[in-house]
């Protein structure tokens, strides 16, 4: 088996975690895995949700899209549809409940952070680029917010990070890319934290079901490459 990108089968794309990437955000990243590109920018805004007004917790939420020319063709924007798809919904539900799991609310008291990810260039993974790039600028958030004096304790609980894992010509292959993902016959994308609890597995068998043990195998993998990321993220938080 030999992988389009002629990386081995536990290697992952060049990630890259390029922090402070705009000006106005309490947190912004540009992540990059191999060319899936996203920007991910968390905003801190005073106040919660009506459904936690008065519990004294805050709250965090996300949003996903794709620039029309993220992708080979373009694609029409949604607001011109005027509704988002399905699968748009669905990432940025995981990319919340995935940043969710980061933090001990009840620290972060009446404010709400809002995670904004913009795919301006995809190539396979863009929800799992989007947590793993978030995390990092969430954090950044988190350390505005302390500066302005506006946290009485630190919220962070763990760090967050996801790839992607699948079956590409009958072997689990980590973080796969557009060529591989579109003809794997099995692709898995996993969420973990850096204490080693998976926050989510998703998974879905595109052609033949697969294993207990190629399930078990992939989820190694996953862990293998989130380890990594784990320090990747590390690394640029100290910069």
């Not at 536990?10 to 975690?17: A, E, P, S, Y």
């Not at 540009?30 to 008065?54: A, M, Q, W, Y």
């Not at 939420?61 to 798809?85: C, D, F, H, I, V």
């Not at 988190?142 to 962070?156: E, H, I």
């Amino acid at each position: 088996m030999k992988r389009p990108s002629g990386r081995a089968a536990d290697q992952l794309r060049n990630v890259r975690l390029t922090r402070n990437y705009t000006k106005h955000a309490e947190g912004s990243v540009l992540v990059e895995f191999g060319d899936t590109k996203v920007i991910c920018t968390v905003s801190v805004e005073n106040g919660v949700p009506r459904f936690l007004k008065g519990q004294g917790q805050g709250w965090v939420t996300a949003e996903y899209g794709m620039l029309p020319r993220a992708t080979g063709e373009r694609n029409q924007r949604e607001a011109s549809r005027g509704k988002q798809g399905g699968r748009t919904l669905e990432i940025q539900r995981l990319i919340g409940r995935s940043l969710r799991a980061a933090l001990d609310l009840r620290k972060l008291g009446e404010y709400t952070l809002y995670i904004d990810c913009d795919v301006i260039q995809a190539d396979g993974g863009t929800r799992t680029a989007s947590i793993t790039g978030a995390t990092v600028a969430l954090v950044d958030a988190l350390r505005a917010m302390k500066k302005r004096g506006v946290l009485k304790q630190d919220p962070l609980k763990q760090m967050i990070a996801a790839v992607s894992v699948g079956m590409y010509q009958g072997e689990p292959v980590l973080d796969l890319d557009y060529l591989e993902d579109s003809a794997a016959e099995t692709d898995l994308n996993v969420v973990m934290t850096n204490q080693g609890g998976f926050i989510e597995v998703q998974g879905t068998a595109e052609g033949a079901p697969f294993t207990p043990d190629e399930f078990n195998a992939m989820l190694a993998l996953a862990q293998q490459g989130i380890s990594r990321l784990f320090e990747l993220q590390q690394q640029a938080l100290a910069d």
